[in-house]
């Protein structure tokens, strides 16, 4: 192994031993489940923020991210969990957004599902 890739390895063990610390050091349990579905909550809020052409849902009208962690925080879904790997906590937080209202669901052409459509007239 080069200089240079040990190095950056070495950086990158630092980095990641920084992050463990400041896990371990929140004060709420499970904080790696915190992390993970709060940065998937974060990426669908901006990925569904605005209508394109491969969008198959929406961000709702004036929602914002401190809507969000607020029920978040006060409610945490219990079925957040890494116990049945990524592709669960992602459906399982895409779910909730939807339940919760945050997102709604787009139909083939780009429009509001209508069961949604009383959502953003609401």
Request: proline share 2%.
């Amino acid at each position: 192994m080069d200089d240079i890739t040990y190095d950056r390895g070495q950086k990158v063990r630092m980095q990641l031993d920084q992050m463990v610390n400041t896990l371990n050091g929140m004060d709420v349990g499970m904080s790696l489940v915190w992390l993970w579905a709060w940065d998937l909550i974060r990426d669908k809020y901006s990925s569904y923020e605005f209508v394109t052409e491969d969008s198959d849902y929406i961000v709702i009208n004036g929602v914002t991210l401190d809507n969000i962690w607020e029920k978040l925080w006060v409610n945490p879904p219990a079925d957040f969990t890494l116990e049945y790997g990524a592709e669960q906590m992602d459906e399982a937080v895409l779910d909730w957004m939807i339940d919760n209202e945050f997102i709604a669901i787009l139909e083939e052409d780009g429009w509001l599902d209508e069961e949604e459509t009383n959502v953003v007239d609401e």
